[in-house]
């Protein structure tokens, strides 16, 4: 799960620009997860800095932390992997700028630095905010640390590549990667889990409603499941479905007003309807805890 609002800078950390693809008065916060409010221990004191003592750097991105980090430390191996995954298959443009990670200790510091620093924002687990003066993740090492990275990288790799993106896309695409490459066909059981309670309900999937939405705050986690379904179904069905997003995405990297997806959809898939309709079935099927509810046999084909 994960939010994002877009709105003038009203930070005091919000700089006039200084990276030339960002323009002025441009903030994105993606958020992750919501778990518990920030929280203190008592007799510990926490800064609000952010992590800054070690940096492990490449030409595409920037990890700071507080300790030093190596080449074959998971955490950048992750974002390694997650960085080759989403410029290759999605055939990004080379980046504009350096996505920054901050990467704290422990989740207390994080929290009382969020708090400190973005005091509007709801608390969650992890945060892509993307500012005039950079575009920067903000997470903790722990057990979820992976996953949260895969998912605010994402958003940071396509702020660093596009002009724009769309929120609808920007969470769909960072939800599609969060699941690890590992798992089968990045099948994401809960969102399979939450499409299969939509569908039990009467749900109506509408890419049209979707594109609609600007406000993160608004976003349900049907919404963010719909989004996920749509990327799912674009990147693993048929070659001109892919090419519809692809497409897209080259469009967003030349321009802010790129337009609805769902329009190139319809003028060159003219079964999409139907088709994303027997895609959610598979995609239900596939979830495990679902599949009882269909007739056996029936053996989703999903590449
Ligand atoms: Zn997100």
Sequence with gaps: MAMHIQHPCQSPYCQPATARSLPRLLLLLLACLLTNGCRTTRGHTFSSERPEKHTWATEHFVVHSDHPLHSDDPLIRELQDVRSQVIGLLELPPQNDLVHVYMFSDEASYRWYMQATWRDLPPRRAYFVGTTRELAVYSFEGQHAAEDLR?????????????????????????????????????????????????????????????????????????????????????????????????????????????????????????????????????????????????????????
């Design 151 to 303: 998912h605010e990288f994402s958003h940071g790799l396509l702020h660093a590549c596009l002009q724009t993106v769309p929120l609808w896309l920007d969470e769909g695409l960072a939800e599609y990667f969060e699941v690890s490459s590992a798992a089968d066909n990045r099948i994401s059981p809960p969102h399979s889990q939450e499409l299969a309670a939509a569908r039990a309900e009467g749900w109506n999937p509408s890419l049209f409603r979707l594109e609609q939405i600007t406000d993160f705050r608004t976003l349900s986690q049907r919404d963010y499941a719909e989004s996920w379904a749509w990327i799912h179904f674009l990147m693993h069905t048929t070659p001109a479905n892919r090419q519809v997003l692809l497409d897209y995405l080259q469009t967003l990297a030349q321009t802010r007003t790129p337009g609805k997806l769902l329009n190139r959809l319809e003028a060159t898939v003219p079964s999409w309807a139907l088709d994303f309709d027997n895609y959610t079935e598979q995609l239900i099927v596939s979830a495990p805890g679902t599949a009882s509810d269909l007739t056996a046999g029936q053996a989703p084909e999903i590449n």
